[in-house]
């Protein structure tokens, strides 16, 4: 049977869409990011404690005395984890999703539960759009919106929509239809039939939708995080690529106390709203034999004086969290408080690069965000002018889908380091595997398979389109996806139980010397020659920022200077890695001047001493 090219023709209706209706989506992203930008600006004005009181109170009003404190206590533990700028980015994307979702599904609902034939037409394209896995939906929405929190803004509301509309459907659909005619025979309009009589007996179905609209949304944020949203998704994705496992427990349960209160929150709201609702919880007390003490819902004034000041008090104290360290100030503030952006893949070097420019520039007085992205969606955001700039290109061999797709919307500042090589590496202890056409025949050994990287990197295409294939290891090896710190984890396990261990690597890399491992030859070249690792920038980056651009264009490290920078970050540890970088530079003395000379040292081309 002959293959139906259904991904050529979705790729030409995308390039299409792009081509003509790029007006369409600027407007959308414009929104969205007005949206956000509100919210977050609202939402992270107040003091943590502050906030955290507020939202205690709205607890202790709709739900009583112990869950204000419970939520209080909550919010107060993501401030204490230095969590809480985070939180606050991913209420604000979920509060976005939330209110366009409801805007669409709410009028979509009342419309398919008043027409058969509209609820027939959408109800495919609802299970559609609800089993399609969500992460297929940050392609599109990269393409067309870049990186950032738009994409996965986008692709939350598109996972979330269907349940919206099938509950709002379904609610009206359940009134009771003898109610409906009364109110029909009575002279009704059906506008106000539907006002009056069908949306207030439908609203817990209808809250109940908004509660899985909310619920839907956060699952969404560990996506969006792949895709530069931020906030907590961010701060999971991070966890998830530097396999830290500390990160990870702080952002999820972080994650999981704003899905509490967030759930607890639109459940009792929609018990308030609804008469019927109003109606089950008296009953519901009037069982119970009336209120107890912690379900007592206090008049809102006393529980906004007694949080607050306790709020206020915790937060003078410093009981909880606290004051954010600021990086060190220097000489020659040329930045001036100016944003740049830097994306980063999660390999060491460019780990060690991004974190050290970081410093650099906040030094010089930039505010600096450092953004972990994919290969491909750090390429389309450097393209799309949502990333400035980043400093782990290896070209012209390994990124070279990325440079030749995206070259016309990028600036190459040169190579800063080189040449790389890239290679298939084994530990010492296995004697008989020398070369890549040692491994044909001994699957068996290494459990048929090659522990790799990302599956974006571009090795790892390399390795799987090439090497495999001109070696005849095709089939025997299976080329196993993940992360650069997996695979790390992965060899040191092996190594410690003398277990034998293929692995992708590259030089240089810390771990030649932490591990006593064999690099195997490549006797028909098929990895090509070593790499210059450069930085690139988007267009016009220089020209807007000629000070920077002029320090990325004449950046070098030596081999000795990136692998001790790598070793520093790794003594240090996870998370830590601008203190890292602030203690390399500490032992290497006017390295910083002489990559970002400014006033008299810049004017005199004095060259400091370094101690690698």
């Known amino acids: 049977m002959p293959r139906l090219p259904l991904g050529d023709w979705v790729d030409g209706g995308v390039d299409w869409l792009q081509s003509h209706l790029s007006w369409l989506f600027d407007a959308v992203s414009s929104v969205v990011t007005g949206m956000y930008d509100g919210i977050d600006a609202a939402l992270s004005a107040p003091e943590p404690l502050l906030f955290a009181g507020i939202l205690a109170v709205v607890a202790g009003w709709l739900r009583g005395l112990l869950a204000g404190g419970l939520a209080f206590a909550g919010f107060a533990l993501i401030d204490s984890v230095e969590l809480w700028d985070d939180a606050m980015s991913t209420l604000s994307l979920v509060l976005v999703a939330t209110i366009v979702t409801l805007v669409i599904a709410v009028p979509l609902g009342i419309w398919a539960s008043r027409s058969k034939t509209v609820s027939a037409v959408i109800r495919p394209i609802l299970d559609f759009m609800q089993t399609m896995p969500a992460m297929v939906y940050l392609i599109p929405g990269i393409i067309f919106f870049g990186v950032g929190v738009v994409p996965g803004i986008i692709a939350t509301i598109v996972f979330a929509l269907p349940p919206g509309v099938r509950m709002t459907e379904l609610g009206i659909r359940q009134v009771d239809e003898e109610l409906v005619e009364a109110a029909e025979a009575f002279g009704t309009t059906p506008r106000n039939t539907l006002v009056r009589v069908q949306l207030p007996l439908a609203l817990p179905t ?366 240090t540890g996870k998370g830590k890695e601008q203190d890292a970088v602030r203690a390399w530079l500490k032992e290497n003395p006017g390295l910083a001047d002489k990559w970002t000379p400014v006033g008299q040292s810049a004017a005199n081309g004095s060259e400091p001493h370094q101690t690698n």
Not at 370 to 375: I, V
Not at 378 to 386: F, I, K, P, S
Not at 433 to 460: C, H, N, Q, T, Y
């Open 206 to 571: 209808i809250m109940a939708g908004v509660n899985q609209v909310i619920m839907l949304g956060l699952s969404m944020v560990v996506i969006a995080g792949m895709v530069g949203g931020g906030g907590l998704g961010g701060a999971v994705y991070r966890a998830i690529g530097n396999v830290d496992i500390g990160l990870g427990f702080e952002a999820g349960v972080s994650i999981v106390i704003l899905a509490m209160y967030l759930d607890r929150m639109t459940g009792a709201l929609g018990r308030q709203v609804s008469p019927l609702g109003r109606r089950a919880l008296a009953r519901a007390r009037a069982a119970a034999g009336g209120p107890r003490i912690r379900d007592h819902r206090p008049q809102p004034v006393v529980a906004v004086v007694g949080v607050v000041i306790l709020a206020l008090v915790a937060g003078g104290m410093g009981v909880f969290g606290g004051a954010k360290s600021s990086g060190p100030g220097g000489a020659g503030d040329v930045g001036q408080g100016r944003k740049i952006s830097v994306g980063y893949i999660p390999w060491d070097e460019g780990i060690a690069s991004t974190f050290l420019w970081k410093e650099l520039l906040e030094r010089r007085g930039f505010e600096v965000d450092a953004k972990q992205l994919e290969a491909g969606s750090l390429y389309t955001g450097l393209a799309g002018g949502q990333i400035d700039f980043q400093t782990d290109s290896w070209l012209p061999v390994t990124h070279a889908q990325y440079w030749n797709r995206y070259r016309d919307k990028l600036e190459d500042k040169g190579s800063w380091y080189g040449p790389t090589s890239l290679e298939l590496s084994v530990p010492a202890y296995m004697k008989d595997v020398d070369s890549l056409d040692d491994l044909k025949g001994k699957a068996g050994r290494f459990k048929g398979r090659i522990v790799g990287i990302e599956p974006s990197a571009g090795m790892m295409g390399l390795l799987k389109d090439k090497v495999l294939k001109e070696y005849g290891l095709e089939g025997e090896y299976e080329v196993v996806d993940g992360s650069t710190p997996g695979m790390l984890a992965e060899l040191k396990r092996a190594y410690d139980k003398k277990e034998p261990i293929v692995t992708t690597l590259w030089s240089p890399h810390w771990v030649y010397s932490a591990y006593d491992l064999r690099k195997l030859k490549d006797p028909k070249g098929t990895w090509g020659k070593g790499d210059g690792i450069h930085t690139l920038a988007r267009k016009g980056f220089s020209e807007e920022n000629p000070q920077v651009g002029k320090w990325l264009q004449g950046f070098e490290m030596t081999e000795a200077q990136l692998t001790g920078l790598e070793a520093k970050i790794q003594e």
